[in-house]
């Protein structure tokens, strides 16, 4: 079972930036052909699926809250998935979790998780 580690969470002020990072213990994920995700929840609400990245061909897909704001990335040398979040506003509010082997932004689809970083964006 590949271990996903979340990092990089913080408190910060609306239009600030964050990049979150995924270490996984493995490089399984980042040469699969399946995508490698980060999922948000926030207080009171669902999961939902934020950005994915398909790692061997550097397909990516955004939810459309974020779409020009939060950029996904890999560096597979590090076997690291990146979220870079920028104009933050208190919506994305939330613990990120880092997620591997599954099918774009649909959670059900995703095997492994990793504890989740929390963001907290203050207006």
């Known amino acids: 079972q590949v271990q996903l580690m979340e990092s990089g969470g913080d408190s910060v002020q609306a239009g600030g930036s964050l990049t979150l990072s995924c270490k996984a213990s493995?490089?399984?994920?980042?040469?699969?052909?399946?995508?490698m995700g980060w999922f948000r929840q926030a207080p009171g609400k669902g999961r939902e699926g934020v950005a994915a990245?398909?790692?061997?061909?550097?397909?990516?897909v955004y939810a459309d809250s974020v779409k020009g704001r939060f950029t996904i990335s890999r560096d597979n040398a590090k076997n690291t998935l990146y979220l870079q979040m920028n104009s933050l506003k208190p919506e994305d509010t939330a613990v990120y979790y880092c997620a591997g082997a599954g099918d774009k932004l649909v959670e059900s689809t995703y095997s492994s998780w990793g504890q989740g970083t929390q963001v907290t964006v203050s207006s």
């Open positions: 493995t490089y399984t994920y980042l040469l699969s052909r399946t995508y």
């Open positions: 990245i398909l790692p061997a061909h550097g397909t990516t």
